[in-house]
């Protein structure tokens, strides 16, 4: 007599990381009245790192600076939008719905999505690259993003209708799934 025993899967969960990079003459773009966007709409970003290190993509919307909080030389904020995170491959294309959650910005430096909370989600690809088929099988991910000003603007001065800025980005993706239960027998 056989009985049915579920077995599960304890192989290495599957992992997506890998930074990227703004291309030349592609920035975060700051209207002066608290809303920015990503500049030159297509390849505006190159991978840098991991197995889709020289793939380009793109990240688009309109996102809104919230109230600035400041705290000592440390400023914070809310953001509200949304948008697209989109890598080629060549042939296939991920794409995947973008939410910013956070800016921080202190002396020179400004980050997006400073706690690393997942922003990326309905991820979808149908190619080969390793990298991207991870960060699919995963659904969601999480984009950070870092960008700096010399000498440096303050947040409130990037929602004051001071004037509009830019600067180049870089950033960095990553995704982690859960070992599943294999099918039972």
């Given at each position: 007599m056989l009985t049915a025993v579920a077995l599960f899967s304890?192989?290495?969960?599957?992992?997506?990381?890998?930074?990227?990079?703004?291309?030349?003459?592609?920035?975060?773009?700051?209207?002066?009245?608290?809303r920015f966007v990503f500049s030159?709409?297509?390849?505006?970003?190159?991978?840098?790192?991991?197995?889709?290190?020289?793939?380009?993509?793109?990240?688009?919307?309109?996102?809104?600076?919230?109230?600035?909080?400041t705290s000592g030389d440390l400023s914070t904020a809310a953001i509200t939008g949304s948008g697209t995170f989109v890598?080629?491959?060549?042939?296939?294309?991920?794409t995947a719905n973008l939410v910013w959650i956070d800016v921080q910005q202190?002396?020179?430096?400004?980050?997006?999505?400073?706690s690393g909370v997942v922003n990326?989600?309905?991820?979808?690809?149908?190619?080969?690259?390793p990298d991207l088929q991870a960060l699919a099988s995963a659904g969601s991910g999480?984009?950070?993003?870092?960008?700096?000003?010399?000498?440096?603007?303050?947040l409130s001065d990037l929602t004051s209708g001071s004037g509009s800025n830019q600067a180049s980005f870089s950033g960095t993706v990553g995704a982690v799934s859960s070992p599943t239960p294999a099918p039972t027998p």
């Open positions: 304890f192989g290495a969960t599957t992992q997506a990381q890998f930074n990227y990079s703004s291309t030349p003459n592609s920035f975060v773009f700051f209207d002066g009245t608290g030159s709409g297509v390849n505006n970003f190159q991978i840098t790192s991991g197995t889709a290190a020289g793939l380009t993509g793109q990240l688009t919307g309109m996102y809104t600076i919230g109230t600035v909080t890598i080629f491959d060549g042939s296939n294309t991920l202190m002396g020179t430096g400004d980050s997006l999505n400073v990326l989600t309905g991820v979808t690809y149908g190619g080969a690259n999480s984009n950070v993003l870092s960008f700096h000003f010399s000498p440096a603007i303050s």
